[in-house]
């Protein structure tokens, strides 16, 4: 769909108005995608950047900090909200819809789902003349009801013809998209989320692996397997909890360490209890962004057990430190993973399977070096916030070369 309102040209005429829309701010794959986007086009001397969130109060922590800090013109709508609301969300997208008319933005890129629903839907009312959709993940999943799956499908078949192009974070995802008839193969591009890496790359040279262990009260010599990820349902503690079973009946000197925090802290900790592992299980918390690598840097495998992801962005973070991983064959992990070569892949809830690669690893140290070297490699390749964003940017120029062809011909 084509409006045939003129947009942007040079910075010297009318720049580039770019919004983003994302449904919540919190410390997430998907938050940190979109944020990282928006700071990096801000660098573009033809564009004009604004992100617009809503309003979540959950326990996961939030980056509106760091967007500001980093001079991010940052807008919060309260109506835009994470659950079903059927009222709020049509207040929502009229409040949406008056915005974009006033503020006559050429590009509208929504991320998440709510946003991608009601932003897309506000933008074609509003005559924006470029729409274009992230799939950070798929929200309709065997882990949610019936009828929640089959309105977002309903609903994302219904947005997908306002959208000019579809980007997904990795390949699997728009397979998934697709079987469900949303779209069409040729809206999707591919474009793998970028992080900041050098952090990552460089922390070897900031602490060693003995002092990461000793700083959280870890003995220098025990080994330790590790987990990042929000405690919250299909983050997969569940499956963590009885690999960590299995490699303690194997190793009883090792040490867990879980990175992260959610609603599911109390029963992961009587879980913990329950298998007699409360004196091997450290739980950290929620962590500074800037205090990630270094609680990486004390793991000497990483084991991601995650029931359904975009692409975890522990697995390229942890190859960025040159650690190996283990992780479910699902989603993008795949896309990350070469398996045997930087990690290991197992199939999807196979516990044991994964408590035998994560023991094998344990009691290797080339190995570890090995795949830690290779998986490095790889997400210094693949990852870089620079590559995410300039392929981002290549994808709207496309857009709007082919928009003004369009309007000059009419």
Same mark, same amino acid.
């Given at each position: ?16 108005r770019i919004l983003h829309i994302i449904t919540r701010l919190i410390l997430g794959g998907a938050q940190e995608n979109t944020l990282y986007t928006v700071i990096g ?100 999943? $065997? ?5 929640? #799956?089959?309105?977002?499908?309903? +609903?994302?078949?219904?947005?997908? &013809?306002?959208? /000019? *192009? ?102 992961? $900790? ?5 298998? #007699?592992?409360?004196?091997?299980? +450290?739980?950290?918390?929620?962590? &500074?962004?800037? /205090? *990630? ?56 809830m196979d516990v044991d399977a994964l408590a035998d690669r994560a023991i094998e690893l344990l009691e290797s140290p080339a190995l570890r070096s090995q795949f830690g ?20 940017n290549n994808i709207y120029q496309t857009l709007l070369a082919k928009h003004r062809k369009t309007v000059t011909s009419l």
């Amino acid at each position: 769909m084509n409006s045939d309102r003129p947009v942007g040209g040079s910075s010297e005429e009318h720049p580039v108005r770019i919004l983003h829309i994302i449904t919540r701010l919190i410390l997430g794959g998907a938050q940190e995608n979109t944020l990282y986007t928006v700071i990096g086009q801000q660098q573009h001397p033809d564009f004009r950047v604004t992100l617009l969130v809503g309003v979540d109060d959950g326990t996961e922590g939030s980056l509106e900090e760091k967007a500001r800090a980093e001079g991010v013109d940052l807008m919060i709508l309260p109506s835009l909200i994470r659950p079903i609301r059927p009222l709020t969300d049509v207040w929502a997208t009229w409040q949406l819809y008056r915005l974009m008319k006033a503020g006559r933005y050429d590009i509208v890129h929504t991320h998440s789902s709510k946003a991608g629903i009601v932003g897309r839907v506000a933008a074609r009312l509003a005559g924006v003349p470029i729409v274009v959709h992230t799939l950070h993940s798929l929200v309709f999943h $065997e882990y949610q009801s019936a009828w929640k #799956n089959r309105l977002y499908i309903l +609903l994302k078949r219904f947005c997908a &013809p306002m959208t /000019d *192009v579809l980007i997904s974070v990795n390949d699997m995802t728009t397979q998934g998209a697709l079987a469900a008839g949303i779209g069409h193969p040729k809206q999707y591009v591919t474009v793998h989320s970028g992080f900041e890496l050098d952090r990552f790359v460089d922390v070897g040279r900031q602490i060693s692996i003995t002092s990461a262990k000793e700083r959280l009260g870890i003995p220098s010599e025990a080994p330790v397997v590790g987990k990042i990820a929000r405690l919250f349902a299909q983050k997969g503690h569940e499956q963590f909890f009885e690999v960590a079973s299995r490699i303690a009946q194997h190793n009883p000197e090792v040490r867990f360490l879980l990175v992260g925090d959610g609603p599911l802290r109390g029963a992961l $900790e009587e879980r913990a209890r329950t298998l #007699n592992l409360d004196d091997r299980v +450290l739980f950290v918390g929620r962590v &500074p962004p800037d /205090d *990630v690598p270094a609680h990486i840097q004390a793991m000497d495998v990483v084991v991601h057990t995650s029931l359904r992801e975009g692409i975890a962005r522990v697995i390229p973070q942890a190859g960025a430190v040159g650690k190996s991983v283990v992780t479910f064959e699902l989603d993008g992990a795949p896309e990350v993973i070469q398996d045997g070569v930087s990690g290991y892949l197992v199939p999807p809830m196979d516990v044991d399977a994964l408590a035998d690669r994560a023991i094998e690893l344990l009691e290797s140290p080339a190995l570890r070096s090995q795949f830690g070297q290779a998986g490095q490699e790889r997400a210094i390749s693949m990852f870089k916030i620079e590559t995410m964003v300039n392929k981002i940017n290549n994808i709207y120029q496309t857009l709007l070369a082919k928009h003004r062809k369009t309007v000059t011909s009419l």
